[in-house]
C-alpha cells in the first residue's frame, strides 16, 4: 500500500484561530514532509520530519509547528492563521535510509482562510 | 534564482502527436520526480529517475547521467486524457525536493 493519507481534506478556518492537518501513512516511511502549494504556483517545501528529527525551511520557520508522534502521523500546525495561509497542503513521506527516495504524495488539503 | 527551469510553462497538442517537457537544473541533482496534478489538486508520481530513462506506456523520461542538470518528459500519441498539468522535482542530495513551476498541458481533438 503506497497510500498516504490525509486529514481533513477541506478546511475552512478564520482568521486568528489555528489549524491542524494531519498526515499518515502506513509505509513505515523513515521521512514525512509538508508541502504548500498555491494556484499557478510550484509546491513550496515547508519543512520535513526525518525519523524524529524536525527540518524547517528557513522562510516558513516560524509560520508552521509540526509534531510526528508515531512514524506513521505527522501534524502540520498554524497558530494563527492570516489570509495569506489560503493553499493546498500536500503531505509526502519517503524512505532514505534504503535509497528508495521516492516521495509519494497524499491527495492534500484545501485550507481557505476567511 | 530558480533552481528547477520548467518549460515550456503552456503546451497545446492535437490528439496522435508527441512531444517534450524539460527542466533544466540551475546545479547538480541527485534524482528527479515528474508528476502529473490531478483535478483535486493532487499530485500523482509518474517517475522516479537517479538516473537513465524510464517508460510506461506512452510516458519517458530521462534524466542526464553525465551533468546531472537537466531531466526530459517526453509525452508519445497524446490524448484527451493527457491534459494537465506536470510538475517536475528535483532532489540536490538532502531529500528535499525543488519544484518546478509547472506546464499546463491541453490535448485537443
Known amino acids: 500500500d503506497t497510500t498516504v493519507k490525509q486529514n481533513p481534506r477541506y478546511k475552512l478556518a478564520r482568521v486568528g484561530k489555528p489549524v491542524n492537518l494531519i498526515c499518515s501513512q502506513t509505509?513505515?516511511?523513515?521521512?514525512m514532509y509538508w508541502y504548500q502549494k498555491k494556484p499557478n504556483q510550484a509546491p513550496k517545501l515547508l519543512l520535513f520530519?526525518?525519523?524524529?528529527?524536525?527540518?524547517r525551511e528557513a522562510d516558513t520557520f516560524e509560520k508552521f509547528q509540526s509534531s510526528r508522534p508515531n512514524n506513521s502521523f505527522c501534524s502540520l500546525y498554524i497558530g494563527s492563521a492570516g489570509l495569506e495561509y489560503s493553499a493546498m497542503y500536500l503531505c509526502?513521506?519517503?524512505?532514505?535510509?534504503?535509497?528508495?527516495?521516492?516521495?509519494?504524495f497524499g491527495p492534500g488539503t484545501r485550507l481557505l482562510v476567511l | 534564482g530558480d533552481q528547477v527551469e520548467q518549460s515550456p510553462s503552456a503546451l497545446s497538442l492535437h490528439e496522435g502527436t508527441d512531444s517534450a517537457l524539460r527542466c533544466n537544473f540551475t546545479t547538480t541533482m541527485r534524482s528527479v520526480q515528474w508528476f502529473r496534478q490531478n483535478s483535486r489538486g493532487s499530485l500523482i508520481s509518474l517517475f522516479y529517475l537517479a538516473s537513465g530513462t524510464k517508460e510506461n506506456g506512452r510516458l519517458k523520461s530521462a534524466f542526464d547521467s553525465k551533468e546531472r542538470r537537466y531531466s526530459t518528459l517526453h509525452i508519445r500519441d497524446a490524448q484527451l486524457e493527457d491534459s494537465g498539468t506536470y510538475f517536475c522535482a528535483a532532489d540536490s542530495g538532502y531529500n528535499k525536493l525543488t519544484f518546478g513551476k509547472g506546464t499546463v498541458l491541453l490535448v485537443s481533438p
Open positions: 509526502a513521506s519517503s524512505r532514505v535510509d534504503r535509497g528508495q527516495d521516492t516521495q509519494y
Open positions: 509505509m513505515n516511511h523513515d521521512t
Open positions: 520530519y526525518y525519523d524524529k528529527i524536525l527540518n
